[in-house]
């Protein structure tokens, strides 16, 4: 069995998206949520917040970083990812969240506001689940990458028939249940 690491979170920005460069000039930009998560411990319902750092690899990170302000409510979609060096003779660690895909939910501090994503894998040559290095197949912003959140969706037509594919009306079936 493959092992699995995928992480999904909904949360608020902490601070605005910080963008930098890496010295080949690949665009990354870094940014914290906070989640709440309530429970229940006796008779009284306490509120925890966990804070998750997140790194935005790609053009992805370019485009989003005016958008990605304290407050804004985003839906992630990634994996984790563990740095690992030594400071001071000691072995330090990081865990932090690859994001593949941000999506852009709600306005800043409660407003209603702006919707929209981006997919940062298959847009933006952001780092791959397979083999992770860039990937430098960066693609124009389709229409369902905007970030106005003018977002639109047809309806998709139905083309089942069941009674062709049953043949119609037939009455094969006794309205006995063997069960």
Do not use: C
Not at 125 to 136: D, E, I, K, L, V
């Amino acid at each position: 069995m493959a092992d699995v690491n995928h992480v999904i979170l909904i949360g608020r920005l902490t601070r605005d998206a910080e963008l930098k460069y890496t010295s080949g000039g690949f665009p990354v930009s870094n940014f914290s949520i906070a989640i709440n998560r309530r429970r229940k411990n006796g008779d009284q319902w306490l509120d925890e917040v966990h804070y998750f750092d997140i790194t935005l690899f790609g053009k992805a990170g370019e485009s989003l970083k005016p958008y990605l302000l304290k407050g804004k409510q985003i839906a992630v979609d990634g994996e984790l990812r563990q740095d690992r060096w030594e400071k001071d003779g000691q072995s330090r660690s990081k865990v932090y969240i690859a994001a593949n895909n941000v999506q852009l939910l709600g306005g800043n501090n409660g407003q209603s506001g702006n919707a929209g994503g981006y997919n940062s894998e298959a847009n933006s040559g952001g780092y791959s689940q397979n083999n992770n290095a860039p990937n430098n197949s960066y693609q124009q912003h389709s229409e369902q990458n905007n970030f106005k959140g003018q977002q639109s969706y047809a309806p998709q037509k139905n083309n089942y028939n069941a009674e062709a594919q049953y043949g119609g009306n037939d009455a094969t079936f006794t309205e006995d249940i063997p069960f």
